[in-house]
């Protein structure tokens, strides 16, 4: 049975939205005692909070909310003879903490100073990263558990399977490789934020060349080079980290549910038996 801090480690890879349930308080006969945890996502569950009755309405009433697509926390009372028609008799109380998947899709491209220090600043917001580049080395041992990692020998060979919502940004060392990917996404995909690192001298010359390959200049509204806020000033690699990295977080997430419905103080009061 996998754990439960190893199947959120393992849902964070995964890029998957899930459920944390825990039971705050186990009175009189419960298959299991406060503390006890399961992680709910919609297809699977990890660990256990004692099965029957009970783990059924918990793992259902998991999925309703991870449906709703919304951070949400919630404290739910079970009395077991009643809700879960087991006859140990006890009750317990459980916090519902929801994480559905970020709707937040970036793809780095390169893994120089700048993509690490990119990937150090989102990696702590709301988003999926997928960080990519043909050098293994480059990456840290330690990648965010909301990071993939992808050493491809071909990084554009990613494209094809894109999220059509993506974010992308080109952060790579090698300006022929940036003009390979920068032109199949304009020529393969709909994307409509593509960012590359860059002065405007290269800009305007990867501007010619792309009608010189015939994509045509409509195309350009749906990249920019340079990439970053300009209000955010500095050349060191955290700097123009953080002027890219702001600008992804401006820009609007597709279907936004709103911000974290969190359990009354109330609630969790009335568990822990406090005035």
């Known amino acids: 049975m996998t754990s439960w801090q190893t199947a959120i480690a393992a849902c964070h890879q995964a890029a998957e939205g899930f ?3 825990t039971l705050l308080q186990a009175k009189g006969s419960t298959p299991r005692d406060g503390g006890s945890k399961i992680v709910v996502t919609q297809t699977k569950t990890f ?7 009970l783990e059924h309405l918990v793992i259902t009433r998991a999925r309703d909310l991870l449906a709703q697509g ?3 926390q919630c404290v739910e009372h079970f009395p077991l003879a009643g809700k879960a028609n087991q006859c140990c008799g006890g009750s317990v109380s459980a916090l519902f903490e929801t994480f559905p998947e970020s709707k937040r899709s970036v793809v780095v491209f390169g893994a120089g100073h700048v993509g690490k220090a990119v990937v150090q600043v989102l990696s702590e917001c709301d988003a999926r990263i997928d960080w990519v580049d043909s050098r293994a080395e480059q990456f840290p041992e330690v990648i965010p558990g909301n990071v993939q990692r992808l050493v491809l ?9 894109l999220r059509g919502d993506a974010i992308v940004l080109i952060l790579t060392h090698d300006h022929a490789l940036d003009y390979r990917l920068l032109r199949r ?5 709909e994307l409509s934020s593509i960012g590359m690192i860059g002065s405007q001298t290269k800009s305007n010359r990867f501007r010619a060349r792309l009608r010189r390959d015939g994509i045509p200049e409509e195309e350009d509204a749906r990249w920019r080079c340079p990439v970053g806020l300009p209000e955010v000033g500095g050349k060191l690699p955290m700097e123009v980290a953080i002027s890219i990295a702001a600008e992804v977080l401006s820009q ?4 936004d549910g709103g911000e974290m419905v969190g359990a009354s103080w109330k609630s969790v009061q009335a568990v822990l038996g406090k005035p």
């Not at 020998?153 to 399977?161: A, N, R, S």
């Not at 609007?252 to 279907?255: G, H, K, R």
């Open 19 to 21: 459920v944390v349930v």
């Open 47 to 53: 660990d256990s909070i004692g099965g029957g009755g």
């Open 70 to 72: 919304v951070p949400v």
């Open 153 to 161: 020998d071909q990084p554009e060979m990613l494209i094809e399977t």
């Open 185 to 189: 996404l304009l020529d393969e995909t």
């Open 252 to 255: 609007s997430l597709p279907l």
